[in-house]
């Protein structure tokens, strides 16, 4: 089995890619998603953000994020200690839940695959492409927020050509038939390989 990291920039269209991946059958880990359900579940990692940024950070439901956002986001050096405290958790689980897979190859989904070190723990690398402006009207769309805010975000991620540079394979999601198509042609190069490794 060979593991298949995916990233991309806001509004790129990972998640479409990924929903694309798991129609030809396989497996997908959304690592945003489940460091979210870690942060609430494993009380190992509860303790030490607790311990890091502060009681307020969990409510009795769970993880407050908006509050843990306020502590981290905008101060460079807080958001490295809270990464260094989830990305291992997060790699633990996803090693763990690849090893309950089966199937030629699985999907790794993260928005910050090269920065969190997780492309290591991929054999194969995917980044999402797709024009500016055409990732600015998505994500407005989809979050309800305006420009502004999404040129924020983005300024904040990793650029097209900081991706181009290190993935394996590039992939431009403008049109969905065009990205399915390229999708299916990946699903068969991934199982050749696996099945002749």
Known sequence: MIKVGITGGIGSGKSTVCRLFAACGAAVYDSDREAKRLMNDDSDLRVRIIAAFGEECYTAEGLNRPRLAQ??????????????????????????????????????????????????????????????????????????????????????????????????????????????????QLDKLFRHESRNS
């Open 71 to 184: 502590e981290v986001f905008g101060h460079p050096e807080r958001l490295r200690r809270l990464n260094a405290i989830v990305h291992p958790a997060v790699i633990a689980d996803f090693r763990a839940w690849a090893g309950r897979q089966s199937g030629d190859y699985v999907v790794l989904e993260s928005a910050i695959l090269f920065s969190s070190g997780l492309d290591r723990e991929v054999d194969r690398t995917v980044a999402v492409l797709a024009p500016e402006s055409l990732r600015i009207g998505r994500t407005c769309r989809r979050d309800g927020v305006d420009e502004a805010a999404v040129r924020s975000r983005m300024a904040a991620q990793e650029s097209d050509d900081f991706l181009r540079e290190r993935a394996d394979y590039c992939l431009v999601n403008i049109v969905e038939a065009d990205t399915q198509a390229a999708v299916e």
